[in-house]
């Protein structure tokens, strides 16, 4: 046996070997050794083999126009400010899309579109007369501006909502973009979708506000509240009953903070009322400003409002200066667990709204599992009669690399962590039928080579030799096709991509490389001086 032989057969076993090491957690599950399954993951399935949620959530774009109006509301003040000119009143002016400066005078005008076209050249700006001599400077988005904020809302939600998915802990999931600012979810094998909705759905906003120590619970019951404050409500968790009571809390409009500022966020145990906590730490800008805050405000309660609910408003004992704060609540570990995860993936730049929520039982997936294997097995009986039948000893060759192309395409997708869905099993059973193709051109190559009376060597090695190139196009082509539908495909058609891939390049090794060895193997050997080809 030459060096090559042994070398191409070291290489088939080997790459056996570790199939099946990829298919033992598959297979055997929880009676393999922990290292084992540790290394090598179990075959993922899809949604609809495994059962899961289906969910398509629409981001109000609009929300997020408007939030980018309050923050042009506040840089403008903030500039005027700093120039000490004095103005009568900024606001935001929705109908035009846009912010509205009131100033007392010409000159004061001239010194606002001034300021505006320098730190906003993008902005278009009006002048409007008003009773009494005041002047109203408008400035508005462009359409083209607006529809850029809305695509970003669009784009950002996307990232946010993949972030909170990915430390939700789900396998395979499914996020993409859709037409009227839509994005389709799924999440295979979720089984509480109610947390999941909750955990998706949260704009989590986390904002630091002071409390109006001034306004006293008099003055909130029959609504009389300062200009610049409002009412929000603290959220509190009896830990005996569960029972959930809601407490009135007069806090200032002015955001100092916001979560954008967060580096990280974790739960932790209170050692006192051995009750868990979210532990927040910001960046080094949020560190700063954090540091400044409680400077200023120091025997001032600070209210940390997430989504327009209080959480937790302390007194501010002392200046804290290392950058960290923790939200405290009455959680369950599991409260905690989904508000840090929501504060690590960020706020939502603009609400989600639920537009269609589909629960798929797992009874479903059964069904297409059993379908599946059914179209697999009589698939793949009938040509496996069909070759023994036509192609005698040499079919048998080729089933064998049929057996293996199976095996090599479900340690592949084992491998490289993909899901196997039901249009994943036509792409399969297509590889199939593409394999057996090129056992075919092989086959009838070495037939013609043996009709004209060469040796058993020379038509094998004349038989390969000419069917490489047709089989090469072949699959070549097939594959780039794959490429495409994966890359631009969705859903059904990317686990179609999926496995069609796979399985071509596992058909090329067993059915050019496998099958070559094992005829190799028996003429070189001795064992077989013809070749029985039907």
């Keep these: 046996m030459s060096k090559s032989l042994k070398m191409r057969g070291a290489v088939i076993l080997l790459l056996v070997i570790l199939s099946f090491f990829a298919l033992g ?34 981001v109000e774009v609009d929300k997020a126009v408007e939030s980018r109006l309050d923050s042009l509301v506040d840089q403008a003040e903030s500039l005027l400010r700093e120039r000490d000119l004095i103005y009568r009143s900024v606001s935001r002016d929705l109908a035009a899309g846009g912010i509205s400066i009131t100033v007392y005078d010409e000159e004061s005008a001239r010194q606002v579109e ?14 409007q007369p008003l009773d009494g001599g005041y002047i109203a400077k408008h400035f508005r988005f462009t359409e083209r501006e607006i529809e850029q904020i809305r695509d970003y809302a669009h784009r950002q939600a996307l990232e946010t909502l993949r972030n909170r998915v990915d430390q939700f802990g789900v396998t395979e999931p499914v996020l993409q973009r859709q037409a009227d600012h839509r994005i389709l979810i799924q999440l295979p094998g979720v089984d509480d979708p109610h ?11 986390l904002e630091f506000k002071m409390v109006a120590e001034d306004v006293t619970p008099t003055d909130i019951a029959e609504g009389r509240l300062p200009s610049g404050t409002e009412i929000l409500y603290e959220r509190r968790v009896d830990p005996r009953t569960g029972a959930v009571t809601e407490t009135p809390v007069a806090v200032h409009t002015a955001t100092l903070m916001t979560g954008d500022l967060l580096a990280d966020a974790q739960v932790r145990i209170d050692p006192r009322f051995n009750e868990p906590y979210v532990a927040i730490d910001f ?23 997430l989504d327009d609910t209080v959480y937790s408003a302390p007194v501010i004992r002392e200046r804290i200066s290392g950058g960290s704060a923790q939200i405290s609540g009455a959680f369950t570990e599991r409260e905690a667990t989904d508000l840090a995860i929501v504060l690590r993936a960020g706020s939502l730049p603009a609400p989600v709204q639920i537009m269609e929520n589909r629960t798929v039982g797992p009874s479903l997936g059964r069904d297409s599992i059993q379908q599946g294997i059914v179209s697999i097995t009589v698939g793949g009986a009938l040509v496996v009669v069909a070759i023994a039948v036509y192609y005698g000893l040499s079919g048998l060759v080729a089933i064998l690399a049929l057996v293996l192309n199976l095996v090599f395409i479900m340690a592949m997708l084992t491998l490289f962590k993909a899901s196997l869905t039901l249009p994943g099993i036509a792409g399969i059973v297509l590889t199939v039928g593409m394999a057996v193709d090129a056992n075919v051109l ?32 072949a699959n070549i082509t097939t594959l780039v096709a794959a490429l495409v539908l994966f890359q631009f495909g969705t859903g059904p058609v990317k686990g179609f991509a999926v496995t ?35």
């Excluded at 001034?114 to 730190?119: A, G, N, P, Q, T």
């Excluded at 947390?195 to 906003?205: D, E, N, S």
């Excluded at 960046?283 to 409002?305: E, K, S």
């Excluded at 190559?445 to 196009?473: N, P, V, W």
């Design 442 to 473: 092989i086959f009838e190559r070495i037939r013609e080579e043996l009709r004209i009376g060469k040796t058993a060597r020379a038509a094998l090695e004349a038989g390969y030799a000419k069917a490489f190139s047709t089989i090469i196009d």
């Design 114 to 127: 001034r300021i505006m076209r320098d730190s906003f050249p993008n902005l278009e700006e009006q002048t």
């Design 195 to 205: 947390r999941a909705i909750a955990l998706l759905g949260k704009t989590a906003r």
């Design 283 to 305: 960046n080094a800008l949020g560190a700063r400003r954090f540091d400044q805050i409680t400077a200023a405000n120091v025997g001032r309660r600070m209210a940390i409002v």
């Design 500 to 534: 069609l891939s796979v399985g071509i390049i596992a058909s090329l090794f067993t059915a050019i490389f496998v099958t070559r060895t094992v005829f190799d193997y028996f003429l070189t050997s001795g064992r077989a001086k013809r070749l029985s080809i039907g």
């Design 25 to 58: 957690p598959t297979l055997f599950g929880d009676k393999l050794p922990e290292w084992w399954t540790r290394t090598f993951d179990p075959i993922h399935l899809g949604l609809d083999l495994q059962g899961g949620m289906h969910l398509i959530l629409g």
